[in-house]
Structures are given as structure tokens and as C-alpha cells.
């Protein structure tokens, strides 16, 4: 199949990171309650909009499955061969905290895999992309883009968890491990530190969506790591399921 130009996604990103901002940076912002209890804002809604529109644009036959616009029916998923995978704003939560570990993220899956993923921070000034089987790398602001590379664990590992889900089944996996220091990081920011060596493992014990998760998995494949079951550390985490909850997962260098 042909691919869409990847430069004009990471480009649309970032312009969703700006709309994002705009309101990060203004006067106190409104916050929703979802049915699911997650919070949603106005910066969730600008980012969707933009995303939505411009990718539809630049690729009219690819669908766009978005968490602000996830409500389409499983039979027409199913004839999806591939489709767009947006979280306009992953990290609601730290938005609101105003701590900048929030980020824009859209992924391209094929079947049932990530095979490219961006993951924009707008209030970190920091960019990460990833094409499985060709690499990965990041770009702040106004600097060069850096080729990504996970790393193997020298005494122990670094273990990046969650700074907003604590999880009790995280806790007691980490007792079986050997942690050597522990990394708390929020939104999908938790991949791009694996991804880049920050840290070793990411272990998910707690509720996540596939448009949590899609980006974060195609930048950590591409920069030579693994994203797998956590009750199977043989199949990969997948995509397009009739529920698109995700189970536990494990993100290993």
C-alpha cells in the first residue's frame, strides 16, 4: 500500500499541540466529566477537531477512529484493512495539573499492528515519530532530529510508571523484578522514555485504550523494543478489537 506523507501528520500534530496550548496557556479552562469518569476540556475537543479534519483531508480513503469520536460501529471497523489512531490530547489529567506531560498522538495501523506512530508534548517542545522496521527519533523545538535506541538494563531496571494510575498489580510485579530506579512520567510520554532509553521497562497494570497505546508501541518497535501481553509475553498488544480496552501490557527495551 501506498503511504500517506508522513511528514504532513507530524505537521498536523503539531498544529493540534498548538490549539492545545492556546488554551493550556489562557485564562482557567472548563473541565467535563465523560461517562467513563476521564475529564475532557476544551483543548481535547480543538485538538480532535483539527486532527479529524486534516487527516481526512490528506487521506480521504483511510477512516480516523478518535477517543472524541470512537463511537463507530464494530462491523464497519471490521472492514477497516487499515486506519488512523488518534488521542488528540492523552494525559487530560496532567493538562489540568498545567505540569507538560501531556501530548498529541496518532498512529497508522495495518490489520491489527502500529506501523507508524507521532507522539507531539506541545508544552515540552518535543516531538517523537516512529516507522516500524525503518527507526525512530525525536525533535525539540528548534533543534535537529535525534535517532532514537532502547537499551538493555546494566543493573537492574529502570522502570517508568504512571504519575496519575498507582496500581496494586503494579506493585506486586515490581517485587519480582530488579528495579534500579523508578521513573514517574505521565501520558504516553511513559513509551517515549523507553523508546529513548530513559528507562527499561514500562509495566501497565491498569485500564488503557488503544488510542492510548498505539503511537507509544510504533515508537518503542521502531526504536528496537517490545510491547506485549503481559499474560503472554509472546503476543504483541494489538488493535482493532471488538472491545478496544487494552489488557496489561509490558514495554520492554
Not at 511528514?7 to 467513563?36: C, H, M, N, Q, S
Not at 489529567?93 to 498512529?107: D, L, S
Not at 523507553?194 to 488503557?208: Q, S
Amino acid at each position: 500500500m501506498t503511504h500517506p506523507d508522513f511528514e504532513a501528520v507530524i505537521a498536523i500534530a503539531r498544529r493540534a499541540g498548538d490549539a492545545i496550548l492556546a488554551i493550556y496557556d489562557g485564562p482557567e479552562f472548563d473541565v467535563e466529566t465523560k461517562e467513563d469518569n476521564s475529564p475532557l476540556t476544551a483543548a481535547d475537543r480543538a485538538a480532535h477537531g483539527i486532527i479529524d479534519r486534516e487527516l481526512r483531508a490528506l487521506t480521504p480513503t483511510i477512516p480516523v477512529l478518535s477517543e472524541e469520536g470512537a463511537d463507530v460501529p464494530v462491523a464497519e471497523r471490521r472492514q477497516w484493512s487499515r486506519f488512523w489512531l488518534v488521542d488528540p490530547l492523552d494525559g487530560t489529567k496532567e493538562f489540568i495539573k498545567r505540569n507538560g506531560e501531556f501530548t498529541v498522538n496518532i498512529a497508522l495501523i495495518e490489520g491489527e499492528r502500529p506501523v507508524w506512530g507521532v507522539i507531539h508534548a506541545p508544552a515540552l517542545g518535543m516531538t517523537y515519530a516512529g516507522v516500524v522496521g525503518a527507526g525512530a527519533w525525536r525533535q525539540s523545538a528548534d533543534g535537529p532530529r535525534q535517532p532514537l535506541a532502547v537499551r538493555a538494563p546494566d543493573n537492574g531496571h529502570a522502570v517508568v510508571k504512571s504519575r496519575s494510575h498507582p496500581s496494586g498489580e503494579l506493585a506486586e510485579y515490581l517485587q519480582r523484578i530488579h528495579v534500579a530506579d523508578e521513573v514517574p512520567v505521565g501520558s504516553s510520554l511513559k513509551f517515549c522514555a523507553v523508546a529513548e532509553g530513559r528507562a527499561t521497562l514500562y509495566p501497565r497494570f491498569g485500564p488503557t485504550m488503544e488510542w492510548d497505546t498505539g503511537a507509544g508501541q510504533a515508537i518503542v518497535e521502531a526504536a528496537g523494543g517490545h510491547v506485549v501481553m503481559a499474560e503472554d509475553e509472546r503476543t504483541p498488544l494489538r488493535y482493532n478489537k471488538d472491545d478496544l480496552h487494552n489488557g496489561y501490557f509490558i514495554v520492554s527495551a
